[in-house]
């Protein structure tokens, strides 16, 4: 999934360096706008053509970025739930503190039984984990 956001957020700045090129375009047609009649016609069929691929790159923009905040909120999103430790097994439910605001995290129903261990949340990054799942 992350491979797939990377490639809609170049498509993004593709379709934005695009927007500009037809934003340019539109100004030196402006610009260069003659009286003559036939010349006149031929450049207002160019302008609608250049405003029809304005309008289709905004369309294409809009559905692309919501395609991109998607596949962001996919691959960012967790849901944990229904996590039991029994008879003297540990539990490790949570992110880092490095990972905070990065990924949106849910943590629900966690039990412990029978001498078991859980710890659930955010981890500091000071805390040594390695002595939790040491028994005495």
Do not use: C, W
């Not at 302008?47 to 691959?75: G, M, W, Y």
């Not at 949106?104 to 659930?120: K, L």
């Amino acid at each position: 999934m992350q491979s797939l956001e990377l490639q809609a957020g170049e498509q993004i700045t593709l379709f934005k360096k695009q927007q500009e090129q037809l934003e340019q375009r539109q100004q030196e047609m402006a610009l260069h706008s003659d009286s003559d009649d036939e010349e006149s016609a031929e450049q207002n069929a160019a302008a609608n053509e250049v405003r029809e691929q304005a309008r289709l790159l905004d369309d294409s923009q809009v559905s692309l970025a919501i395609a991109f905040a998607q596949l962001k909120a996919a691959r960012t999103n967790q849901e944990i739930g229904n996590v039991l430790t029994d008879k003297r097994s540990f539990a490790l439910v949570g992110i880092p503190e490095s990972v905070v605001g990065k990924i949106n995290q849910r943590i629900g129903n966690v039990s412990t039984t029978d001498e078991a261990s859980a710890a659930v949340g955010v981890f500091d990054k000071d805390v040594d984990m390695r002595n939790f799942f040491k028994r005495a």
